[in-house]
């Protein structure tokens, strides 16, 4: 499908990696579809175009950072801030959850490195509440444990309190628990609630008998594809009709007020890269 065409045309220099921040959904044109809970990506889908649409022609000096050393642009979304003021910290409660894309191997860069630091940046804190981590259904073994191994290092550090997975049933929860090098047990399993109406009792009974809270969830693994970035990118101009760019993770995150258990700040970070890149 050929780009879309803008009242204003702007020159974006070719990149080898993106870095794409929604902003806070909370406070933006993005409302949640009546379907929601079937395809959860929808609203990363709109929040992508929504604020490509902002930052880059909504106004008459587009938004965005472009580095040379490593082909890396930035597209930040400046409507509003999402810092947290040092004096609000403590009535907030920060949760994140990763999303792994792409096959990763033991010697690439973290992508829990990389996401901790976005994170960190974005809403100016030092500490995130709770942080849970959803892997590629083919995901290798070794590539788990070493992305729990550094979610592990963060939580002796004191970066994140709570850690948490998602989507692990019985056999893989069972066999996750009984490593012999696991130093932190996840809180938190999440299970999509498409997966059954109700708990499984054997996955509930496990997790009482580890301290491992069973909680329902909207996401899917597989929240964004190559196709859907690709398109959003080529449909406002960003890349040529016959460019990939790869989704490596998306990081999802919310901002509650603790005393009112309300979300102030929502909203994803994205980040891709073509074929010839390395890793982000």
Known sequence: MPSQDYPMQISVPEFKQLVLYTGN??????????????????????????????????????????????????????RSSSRIHPDDRKDVEVTAKLFYLDRCDEYQVSYIDKAIHHLQQLLNVESIDTFIVSFNTNESTVCVDKA???????????????????????????????????????????????????????????GKTHGVEMTFNGDTTEILTAETLSFLLNNHGLVKDNTTVEPRWVLKYNVFFKCRSVVSDKGYIVVGDSPLSFSL
């Open 148 to 206: 729990w191994n550094d979610l592990e290092g963060y939580h002796e550090k004191g970066v994140i309190r709570k850690l948490g997975v998602s989507d692990f049933d019985l056999a893989t929860l069972t066999k996750f628990l009984n490593k012999k090098d696991l130093k932190v047990k996840p809180s938190i399993n999440q299970v999509h609630f498409d997966q059954c109406c109700a708990l499984p009792k054997d996955l509930v009974e496990l």
């Open 25 to 78: 959904v909370m406070r933006t044109s993005i409302t949640p579809g009546k379907h929601w809970n079937k395809k959860s990506n929808a609203e990363l889908v709109q929040a992508i175009s929504d604020t490509i649409d902002t930052s880059l022609y909504g106004s008459d000096k587009p938004s965005f950072r472009y580095y040379t050393e490593n082909g890396l642009l930035e597209v930040p979304d400046l």
